[in-house]
């Protein structure tokens, strides 16, 4: 059974960048059927996509957010991770990380999510 | 790139049907059939409920079911439960280079 696992730190600094990490296990991350995004809820709101990336390595970003993320994958690990600069407070949230469906774009498979909170 | 529009909150009584729409526009829910819809029980990860705007994924309840029209797509939840009191979430594949954009959820309560 495919399982998916946030890390990273669960405090960042404004104007630092934030690093999280979705390792895959039960499952490769390098399998031509799926797409590994990430996906951010701030507290009492919706959700939002950030980012895709396929294990090529080709990636889509939310045009909103495009300037600052970054998203790799690392085929060697099963991991996948992102990276978004010059935080402020409004990207504290919960941040989770799932699997597509390449045929349908569903997000069947998600982690559990991590809180990551903006503040000096 | 906007999300698309969800009625904020919608109510329902135990064994009733409740519709949630989901509005976006030619560039994304009007233009692909590839609308996808997610329960989020508070502190937990959504579930996939609906993909490819009508069909369920092995085991989702048959009481959930998709559909759309034009740029609107919908959820109806035949009937209620107790345990299907949540938020739901609409998401539309919006292009090749965008890829998804999520509603921004609807809040369902079970009277």
């Known amino acids: 059974q495919l399982q998916l696992q946030e890390s990273g730190p669960g405090l960042v600094k404004p104007s630092e960048t934030l690093s999280l990490t979705c390792t895959v296990s039960?499952?490769?991350?390098?399998?031509?059927?799926?797409?590994w995004g990430w996906i951010r809820q701030p507290p009492g709101k919706g959700l939002e996509w950030i980012g895709s990336?396929?294990?090529?390595?080709?990636?889509y970003y939310n045009p909103s957010l495009k300037s600052r993320v970054t998203i790799s994958v690392d085929t060697s690990k099963n991991q996948f991770s992102l990276k978004l600069s010059s935080v402020t407070a409004a990207d504290t949230a919960v941040y989770y990380c799932?699997?597509?469906?390449?045929?349908?774009?569903?997000?069947?498979?998600w982690g559990q999510g991590t809180t990551v909170t903006v503040s000096s | 790139q906007s999300a698309l529009t969800q009625p904020a909150s919608v109510s329902g009584s135990p064994g009733q049907s409740i519709t949630i729409s989901c509005t976006g526009t030619s560039s994304d829910v009007g233009s692909y059939n590839l609308v996808s819809w997610y329960q989020q029980h508070p502190g937990k990860a959504p579930k996939l409920m609906i993909y490819?705007?009508?069909k369920r994924p092995s085991g989702v309840s048959n009481r959930f079911s998709g559909s759309k029209s034009g740029n609107t797509a919908s959820l109806t939840i035949s009937g209620l439960q107790a345990e299907d009191e949540a938020d739901y979430y609409c998401?539309?594949?919006?292009?090749?280079?965008?890829?998804?954009?999520f509603g921004g959820g609807t809040k369902l309560t079970v009277l």
């Open positions: 039960g499952g490769s991350i390098s399998s031509s059927s799926y797409y």
């Open positions: 998401c539309s594949y919006a292009g090749s280079s965008t890829l998804e954009v």
């Open positions: 490819e705007g009508s």
């Open positions: 990336i396929y294990y090529s390595g080709s990636t």
């Open positions: 799932a699997r597509s469906d390449i045929s349908h774009y569903g997000m069947d498979v």
